[in-house]
């Protein structure tokens, strides 16, 4: 029988707009179980369907899909360094810095995360 998981408030998917402004590792340093998302994208951890956050779908340059996940640590690690980071030379910001809309967003996640 499949297991169904119980409902959690714990936030557990990154939401979309927000997954290309956290950098991920290079796909073809990471191990297949990175890959396929058994294990932490960033730390290599293992993951269950309890302690699993989805970073959404990925498309590589020669149309290969994965979908990372990781664990919350790194995740909080990663969603931290991007709002830190945000606006920067990589990503495009309309409007001043303290008023973003990204960064705050990347730092309503980070709260979220730190539950
Ligand atoms: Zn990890």
Redesign the pocket.
């Known amino acids: 029988m499949p297991e169904t998981p119980a409902p959690s408030t714990r936030l557990m998917v990154i939401p979309a707009a927000l997954v290309p402004h956290v950098p991920l590792p290079r796909l073809e340093l990471l191990s297949d179980a990175r890959t396929r998302g058994a294990?932490?994208?960033?730390?290599?951890?293992r993951?269950t369907i309890e302690t699993a956050i989805d970073l959404g779908k990925h498309v590589t340059d020669d149309g290969f899909n994965w979908f990372p996940r990781?664990?919350?640590?790194?995740?909080r690690r990663a969603v931290r360094a991007a709002r830190n980071a945000h606006p920067d030379q990589y990503t495009e910001c309309k409007g001043p810095t303290a008023l973003c809309d990204t960064r705050r967003a990347l730092h309503e996640l980070l709260l979220e995360l730190r539950r």
């Open positions: 294990e932490c994208v960033w730390g290599g951890e993951l990781a664990c919350l640590r790194c995740t």
